[in-house]
Structure formats: structure tokens, C-alpha cells
């Protein structure tokens, strides 16, 4: 069973940092792709950025380029999304997905509060 941990969540100002990360273990994680989803309140969930199981980041969501970074780290099984310039906006909680064919596991989540 493929089992996906994030952690790295937290209140911020406006214009702050966070680094969230995922962990993910019982599957083969250089071969998972590794997607970071959020919800906001009262919205739908939106993917927010992927990488490929070959390193290539492939997908941001427009109102996130710039400002966010996806990575990982296979040695450690780790997914990373480096948040700079945070804003109110960003405020959701963020989830991370790994996926390949046979597998498509989501984490609990990892609160983030941007403070205006």
C-alpha cells in the first residue's frame, strides 16, 4: 500500500515562504509522477504543480508561476514545493498526489494560512 505524508504547512505573512513536503512509501518513487493539489474554502480542489517520475516539471498552475517550485528527491523519497511570495490567495489546503499507472494515492494534507 502506497502511503503519501505531507508536512511543512503553516501561517505566514504575505510575501513569506514555506516548503512543503511529501513522503511517500510503498511503491517505487522514482517512478511515480508527484502532483501538488489545493483547496481553499468553499472551492474546488485545483492542481497546483507536478513533476514527472523522470524530474521533468511539467505543470504549474498560471497564478503560481514564478512563485512556486516543484523538486524531488529520489534518494529520500521526497517530493518538494518551495512557496515564495506567498499570498493571501494561496491560503488552502495542500495535497499531494503520486501517481503511476497502478497507483494513485493522496495524502491528508498540509494546512497553509497567508496572513494579509
Known amino acids: 500500500q502506497v502511503h503519501v505524508v505531507e508536512s511543512g504547512g503553516g501561517l505566514v505573512q504575505a510575501g513569506g515562504s514555506l516548503r512543503l513536503s511529501c513522503v511517500v512509501s510503498?511503491?517505487?518513487?522514482?517512478?511515480?509522477?508527484v502532483y501538488w493539489h489545493r483547496q481553499a474554502p468553499g472551492k474546488q480542489r485545483e492542481m497546483v504543480a507536478g513533476i514527472t517520475n523522470d524530474d521533468l516539471a511539467d505543470y504549474y498552475l498560471d497564478s503560481v508561476k514564478g512563485r512556486f517550485t516543484i523538486s524531488r528527491d529520489n534518494a529520500k523519497n521526497t517530493a518538494f514545493l518551495q512557496m515564495n511570495n506567498l499570498k493571501p490567495e494561496d491560503t488552502a489546503l495542500y495535497y499531494c498526489n503520486a501517481v503511476k499507472w497502478d497507483v494513485n494515492s493522496w495524502g491528508q494534507g498540509t494546512r497553509v494560512t497567508v496572513s494579509s
Open positions: 510503498g511503491s517505487t518513487f522514482s517512478m511515480l509522477g
